[in-house]
């Protein structure tokens, strides 16, 4: 699986899943996930990084954790941000199936 940098910008401001601009004065979901122990992200830490979990055409947007985050303390390797509860259901149910 590809990983790749990008703007911490471009992160925070775009759903995980459709890319939906997200703005500051709208409801915004989030969901934090553990990753297999096989799966090291540790170069990525603190970066945001998009991820070829679908496909090519479709990357998914996602924030690497640091040791000692809270995120990292509640057990999270990396979080998402979303539009909709609904985005963030149909990235979940992608999430499962790859077993990531």
Do not use: R
């Amino acid at each position: 699986m590809e990983f790749n940098i990008i703007p911490d910008e471009e992160a925070l401001s775009k759903c995980a899943w459709c890319h939906n601009h997200i703005s500051d004065h709208m409801e915004v979901f989030g969901a934090g996930a553990k990753l297999k122990p096989d799966i090291d992200l540790s170069e990525y830490e603190s970066h945001c990084i998009q991820i070829s979990l679908v496909s090519e055409e479709k990357p998914i947007y996602m924030m690497v954790t640091t040791q000692g985050s809270e995120a990292k303390k509640d057990d999270k390797d990396c979080m998402f941000l979303f539009c909709s509860e609904e985005c963030g259901k149909k990235l979940k149910n992608v999430w499962k199936k790859k077993s990531l």
